[in-house]
T-cell receptor, first 117, second 113 residues
C-alpha cells in the first residue's frame, strides 16, 4: 500500500505565477488535510477536505489560496499570484473514514517545497 | 485557541542515554495527543497517539504519557541511538476540531555516536 504521494517534490515559481500542488491520499483514505511549514516555524493547519467537500478551511489565507478534492484524482492546493512569503513546505496528510468513534492517525506525505523567486 | 509548546527546542545527547521530550498545551479539551518524527527534507512519521481517555502509550523504546489536567505530555526515549536523530513534534487537536492538528514547533534531537 503506497503512502501519501505529493508532487512535485520541489517547485520554483516567480512572483505572480500560479502554483499547483497535488496530493494523492493513501488507498482507502477519504480525508485529506493540507499543512504549511514556513521556514523556522511549526506546521500550521490549512484545510481539511473529503471527496468533493471542503470541511474546514479555517487555516487557509482568505485570498489567492484554494483547495479541492474531486471525486476522481488527487487533491489540489492552488496558490494564485504567488509572493515570496508563500515560500514554504506544504504537507498533505490523509486518514481513513473513522468507524470506531476514535480519532484516526493522519499519514503525511513527503511534502512539496515551494520556492518563490 | 490551542497553543502547543515544546521544550527544549534542541537537545544533544550521547548514544545510549535515556531522554525526555516535553510538550505542553493550553487547552485541555483535547481529542488526543500525537507525537511525530520529522527527518530533514522528509514528511512526518506518526510515532504514538494517546486518546484523551488514556494516560500513556508505548511502542518499542518509546513511551508517551499524557496529563490533561496539567496540560502536559512527555515522550520518553530509552537507550537512544544515532538513528533517533530527528525533529520530534507533538500535536494536540481540540475536541470539536479533532482533525485540525495543532503542532508545537518541535524538539530537534541529535544523538551522538
Amino acid at each position: 500500500n503506497a503512502g501519501v504521494m505529493q508532487n512535485p517534490r520541489h517547485l520554483v515559481r516567480r512572483r505572480g505565477q500560479e502554483a499547483r500542488l497535488r496530493c494523492s491520499p493513501m488507498k482507502g483514505h477519504s480525508h485529506v488535510y493540507w499543512y504549511r511549514q514556513l521556514p523556522e516555524e511549526g506546521l500550521k493547519f490549512m484545510v481539511y477536505l473529503q471527496k468533493e467537500n471542503i470541511i474546514d478551511e479555517s487555516g487557509m489565507p482568505k485570498e489567492r489560496f484554494s483547495a479541492e478534492f474531486p471525486k476522481e484524482g488527487p487533491s489540489i492546493l492552488r496558490i494564485q499570484q504567488v509572493v515570496r512569503g508563500d515560500s514554504a513546505a506544504y504537507f498533505c496528510a490523509s486518514s481513513p473514514l473513522s468507524t470506531s468513534g476514535s480519532s484516526e492517525t493522519q499519514y503525511f506525505g513527503p511534502g512539496t517545497r515551494l520556492l518563490v523567486l | 485557541k490551542q497553543e502547543v509548546t515544546q521544550i527544549p527546542a534542541a537537545l544533544s545527547v550521547p548514544e545510549g542515554e535515556n531522554l525526555v521530550l516535553n510538550c505542553s498545551f493550553t487547552d485541555s479539551a483535547i481529542y488526543n495527543l500525537q507525537w511525530f518524527r520529522q527527518d530533514p527534507g522528509k514528511g512526518l512519521t506518526s510515532l504514538l497517539l494517546i486518546q484523551s481517555s488514556q494516560r500513556e502509550q508505548t511502542s518499542g523504546r518509546l513511551n508517551a504519557s499524557l496529563d490533561k489536567s496539567s496540560g502536559r505530555s512527555t515522550l520518553y526515549i530509552a537507550a537512544s541511538q544515532p538513528g533517533d536523530s530527528a525533529t520530534y513534534l507533538c500535536a494536540a487537536p481540540l475536541s470539536g476540531s479533532a482533525r485540525q492538528l495543532t503542532f508545537g514547533s518541535g524538539t530537534q534531537l541529535t544523538v551522538l555516536p
